[in-house]
Every structure is written in C-alpha cells, then in structure tokens.
Nanobody, 127 residues
Framework: QVQLVESGGGLVQAGGSLRLSCAAS????????MGWFRQAPGKEREFVAA????????YYADSVKGRFTISRDNAKITVYLRMTSLKPEDTAVYYC????????????????????WGQGTQVTVSS
C-alpha cells in the first residue's frame, strides 16, 4: 500500500513557475514508477509526466515537454514536478500516481496502469 499526498499548487501568472511535490508513505517507494496527471474542468484526466522507479527514465506529454521536469528523491520518498513557463491551459487539478514496476527503466502513461492516486492539488494559471 502507498499513500500519496500532493502539495505546492496555487495561483500563478502566465509565464511563472511552480514546483509540485508528492510525498509517499510506505517502505517500498523505490519499487514504484511514478507519474503526474492533470484534469481540467469538463475534461478527462490526462498524462503529464512519468519517471521510472530508479529515475533513469522520464517521459513527458508533448504539451509540457521542455517546460516541465519530473524528478524523484527515493531517500525522501518524494516525487516532484517542476513547472515553468506556465500557460493558462495548464490550469487543472494535478494528481500524483504510483504503480508497481519490475523494471528500473519502464515508465507508464495511462491512468489504467496506476494503482495508487493522491487527492490532487489545484494549479491555476492566470493570463
């Protein structure tokens, strides 16, 4: 079992930056691949970024590539999402997710592949 708690959301102007954190409970955090997703009002939850369980592999949605960076600190059992050059279309509730992985290199991009989810944190980007 893994419990995930996101933080770091808020209101920011277009062009600004935020860093989201996802703190995990559990002693086997290093065995989980992690991901960030987001959901805007009236839209389906969509993939944002993913990182493999040991961190050598990352993957991004085209819409955030070059602006967002996912990272993890297994010692602190935390995964981060650094967001820069934010746009109004980035406004959404951001969710952290975890899934058991047998590979140091696999990343997962579909919501159905994740077993555990946080409660979400709101990010609002004003124009």
């Amino acid at each position: 079992q893994v419990q995930l708690v996101e933080s770091g959301g808020g209101l920011v102007q277009a062009g600004g930056s935020l860093r989201l954190s996802c703190a995990a409970s559990g002693r086997t955090f290093s065995g989980y691949a992690m991901g960030w997703f987001r959901q805007a009002p009236g839209k389906e939850r969509e993939f944002v970024a993913a990182i493999s369980r040991s961190g050598p592999t990352t993957y991004y949605a085209d819409s955030v590539k070059g602006r967002f960076t996912i990272s993890r600190d297994n010692a602190k059992i935390t995964v981060y999402l650094r967001m820069t050059s934010l746009k109004p279309e980035d406004t959404a509730v951001y969710y952290c997710a975890a899934t058991t992985s047998r590979s140091d290199f696999y990343v997962y991009t579909r919501t159905s592949e994740y077993d555990y989810w946080g409660q979400g944190t709101q990010v609002t980007v004003s124009s």
